[in-house]
């Protein structure tokens, strides 16, 4: 059998990456538990080396080649940079200033709890002396123990937004609070995460960086409001290609920038409705190879058994402190019976947010790829669990209010 050139090895992946798990989510009809999403992340897992490359080594070696892997890195690293452009636009920094004291109680509570978990079962595996297999190479005891704690603390704003529209409940009062909920701790999260990539190093860099960055957004504003709405689409790519490029620069991370990138636009100039086709195009159509490079990164170098129960430890962090600062909310503004324990489990939703926030720390070594797949298995069942749980409790809600 002749061998294949390097191009018909990349689209023979590709082949898979987009039909393989569509086979299985529209087969095994696992939209409930597992949307789309979920089943690519969970297959870029599967055919990464952790499993594929264990089971058929010699099978991984021949599809997933250095040129293969470069051309499939290219692709997944302006995907990601666009969603979290996406992302950014998103965020309902108005409403949450409208409804600052509401907003401002329920984030802080739904943020500081599971964060503070996740930095105890941090915490508590340094003490393990156990730092060799989870702390990479250039992260400090302190990043690693904020990285893992941010993690535990994450809401990913698109995938919620497309829970909110499963339930029906996205354009009603209760999904717009959720909303607003989230993006307050969607900005403070990615604050979390500029603060651990602080590069003393380069802290000139980092300097120019802030300085430059006001004055550009000023124009850029200035600029958005004059151009039409197509336009303004072609300005945004260029503007979220440099202000990532001016990141990385500056030794913070590419996904930091393109984050800012659409955090300082307003969505509203790009169209609502344009704005969702966006977001769906690229989860569609790009976001699948992200997921097969993320899942390349994963390995089980600690040894199975201690990073499923490190996920398991961060998972049981994650949703306890999410319900748990959330009920605290709930008590506190007196809200409903049933709307805390709702409110908790939608905000549950990892999924790509925190995928995002461990490819940054993994590339800049703060973790080990052990604990990136820790990461990454709790941001998949957290996001598995959503669903299910704020299902039955938004029916018990009903039931109450009726």
């Not at 086709?277 to 170098?301: E, H, I, Y």
């Not at 409903?336 to 947010?353: D, F, S, V, Y």
């Amino acid at each position: 059998m002749p061998q294949l050139t390097q191009t018909e090895m990349f689209l023979a992946v590709l082949v898979a990456i987009f039909a393989l798990p569509y086979a299985v989510w529209r087969l095994g009809r696992t939209d409930y538990y597992a949307p789309l999403v979920v089943v690519q992340i969970v297959g870029g897992i599967l055919l990464g080396p952790g499993v594929l490359g264990a089971a058929l080594p010699q099978l991984h070696a021949t599809l997933f080649t250095p040129d293969v892997i470069a051309m499939l890195n290219g692709i997944a690293m302006w995907a990601v940079m666009l969603f979290v452009f996406v992302a950014g636009l998103e965020l309902d920094l108005k409403a949450a200033w409208r409804w600052r004291g509401e907003t401002g109680t329920t984030a802080a509570l739904a943020f500081t709890t599971p964060m503070a978990l996740g930095a105890l079962v941090a915490g508590a595996l340094l003490l393990l002396d156990a730092r060799g297999e989870w702390v990479g190479a250039e992260g400090q005891d302190w990043q690693f123990v904020a990285g893992v704690g941010m993690a535990c603390a994450v809401t990913a704003l698109p995938i919620l937004v497309l829970f909110l529209e499963k339930l029906a409940i996205l354009r009603q009062p209760l999904g717009q609070r959720v909303l607003r909920y989230a993006s307050l701790d969607d900005l403070a999260i990615w604050g979390v995460l500029a603060l651990i990539l602080l590069d003393w190093e380069r802290v000139g860099r980092q300097a120019a960086f802030i300085a430059l960055f006001v004055p550009a957004v000023w124009a850029m504003r200035a600029a958005m409001v004059r151009l039409a709405e197509r336009d303004r689409w072609y300005v945004a790519l260029v503007w979220v290609a440099l202000l990532g490029l001016a990141a990385d620069w500056s030794g913070l991370h590419f996904m930091v920038g393109a984050f800012l990138a659409g955090a300082v636009l307003d969505g509203e100039w790009f169209g609502t409705e344009r704005v969702d086709r966006f977001r769906d195009t690229v989860l569609l159509a790009l976001m699948p190879v992200f997921f097969l490079s993320t899942g390349l990164k994963t390995q089980w170098s600690a040894g199975g058994w201690a990073v499923a129960m490190f996920a398991l430890a961060l998972l049981v962090a994650s949703v306890g402190g999410k319900l748990g600062g959330v009920a605290l909310a709930g008590r506190l503004l007196k809200w409903p019976r049933g709307e805390a324990r709702l409110i908790g489990w939608l905000l549950q939703t990892k999924a790509l947010i925190l995928i995002i926030f461990a490819n940054v720390l993994l590339d800049k070594q703060v973790i080990t790829p052990a604990t990136f797949t820790a990461l990454l298995l709790c941001a998949v069942a957290s996001t598995m669990l959503t669903i299910p749980f704020a299902t039955p409790a938004l029916r018990q809600l009903d039931t109450h209010r009726a």
